[in-house]
């Protein structure tokens, strides 16, 4: 593997370190999607079919829709093997104990001033598909709208070229809640929960995962609907000490790095001997692993940090998707963090773990986006109003710093609508 090594003043200086997520590199991309937004946009239907046909090798009949009748949820669920049924619904349980200690109350605030919290109306969620089926995307997405309040969830992912949908990511969809599914992929999906056609309704938010052109896609239409965030590739950033074990932090390594050739992994330490181990731990794992190739050819990092304080100040920095503390005051070092997606603490708290069952939701920010985001939640379906209800003397406690202000801005208007309810 091509292991990038550097000491903490050499990290900091290199462009690997200042890793942002840069979409003006897909320009043509970019064309391309504003092209399919303005289509679906203006042709509704017609469009889908298109692009289904061009770009998913399917588009529905004049007897059929893009939706999966409804009752295939529950058959796929039937369907799946009792096991793979099992770790969904027990995946699932997991999830939604996390995100309902995040419900909100729906009022807050003193007498005559309040702020509501109101669940959006309709969501739409994104699965990526093609060459392999997500149901932990399903259950990621879908869960947190539930449990937020949204009447109505919809799913986008792209089928097969016979029209199906893999039964894990339906099976998914009915433990989770899915109102409906669609058979529609890529930015023409996103496009048409955004703004609605014949045969797909307009969502108030669209979330999930995707390729280059689903993340185009939600940058397009955002302001028409809201998005969960923009997301750039998969990364992880491990913070250990000496006494953490190499094979562990290698395992976690490759794991992340597998997800894709744009991924990253990043070992921040202390101790150049386990950064050593880490390397030749890594090289051997890898030739072992199915996605060898994939792994070889993301991102890979060493950081030498002069003690475990700048390790962390190097990790906070780098504000990681994924951050993973294996030391001995793992603890006390997690309360120092500052930006991450989410923490993981202890030789024992693997990040597949965060993929799947543990709870925490695994749509996080990347790129740095850590710094001001948040993962994907019960927060992003929520939308709040603040609520104002005062007499007349509230308003005149309020008048003369109103006036003043709407005159220092010249809005005499502004100042007119107070006064007159006091004349």
């Given at each position: ?12 200086d ?7 997520l ?32 061009r770009?998913d090798?399917?588009a529905?009949?004049a ?7 409804s009752g ?8 799946l ?11 699932a ?7 309902e ?43 947190p ?17 016979d029209?199906t949908?893999?039964s ?6 009915h433990i989770a809640g899915?109102?409906?599914?669609y058979?529609?992929?890529?930015a023409?999906a996103?496009?048409?929960?955004a ?6 309704p ?12 689903v ?10 609907v809201g ?32 997800h ?15 950064a050593d ?15 060898a ?7 890979c ?6 003690d ?5 100040s190097?990790a ?5 998707e994924?951050l ?5 005051d ?12 989410a ?21 996080l ?7 001001f ?15 104002l209800?005062l ?13 003043r202000?709407?005159?220092?801005e010249?809005?005499s ?11």
């Amino acid at each position: 593997m091509a292991i990038k090594r550097f000491d903490a003043a050499s990290w900091l200086d290199s462009p690997w370190s200042r890793r942002r997520l840069d979409l003006a590199r897909f320009a043509e991309e970019r064309a391309v999607v504003q092209d399919i937004c303005a289509r679906v946009a203006a042709e509704g239907d017609a469009a889908l079919r298109e692009y289904g046909l061009r770009f998913d090798g399917w588009a529905p009949g004049a007897s059929e829709s893009f939706e999966v009748p409804s009752g295939e949820l529950e058959s796929a669920a039937k369907r799946l093997a009792a096991p793979d049924r099992a770790a969904l619904e027990f995946a699932a349980q997991r999830i939604r104990e996390f995100h309902e200690a995040q419900v909100a109350p729906p009022a807050a605030g003193k007498p005559g001033l309040k702020l509501l919290a109101r669940p959006v109306r309709r969501a739409g969620l994104y699965a990526p598909g093609g060459r392999a089926a997500y149901p932990s995307t399903v259950l990621m997405t879908a869960i947190p709208a539930r449990v937020a309040g949204v009447r109505e969830i919809v799913l986008a992912t792209p089928p097969s070229a016979d029209g199906t949908v893999p039964s894990a990511i339906l099976a998914a969809a009915h433990i989770a809640g899915v109102d409906a599914v669609y058979r529609m992929g890529g930015a023409q999906a996103v496009a048409a929960m955004a703004f609605g056609t014949a045969s797909i309704p307009r969502v108030d938010v669209v979330a999930g995962p995707g390729n280059i052109y689903v993340t185009l896609a939600k940058r397009e239409v955002f302001g028409s609907v809201g998005v969960d965030g923009i997301a750039g590739p998969t990364e992880l950033l491990v913070v250990a000490d000496g006494g953490a074990r190499p094979d562990f932090v290698a395992a976690d390594l490759a794991a992340q790095l597998e997800h894709d050739p744009l991924a990253w992994g990043v070992l921040v330490t202390d101790s150049p001997k386990l950064a050593d181990r880490v390397v030749e731990e890594l090289e051997s794992l890898v030739g072992g692993l199915e996605r060898a190739q994939v792994i070889r050819a993301a991102n890979c990092c060493v950081v030498v940090a002069e003690d475990m304080t700048q390790a962390m100040s190097l990790a906070n920095d780098f504000a990681p998707e994924h951050l993973l503390i294996l030391a001995e005051d793992g603890a006390q070092l997690a309360s120092r963090v500052e930006n991450a997606g989410a923490v993981f603490v202890g030789p024992y708290a693997t990040v597949p773990l965060g993929d799947y069952t543990a709870g925490p939701n695994h749509t996080l920010p990347t790129s740095g986006a850590a710094r001001f985001a948040s993962p994907l939640g019960v927060h992003t379906f929520i939308k709040r109003t603040s609520v104002l209800s005062l007499n007349r003397g509230d308003l005149e406690m309020l008048r003369e710093a109103t006036v003043r202000l709407a005159g220092m801005e010249g809005l005499s208007g502004h100042a007119h609508a107070v006064e007159v309810r006091l004349e």
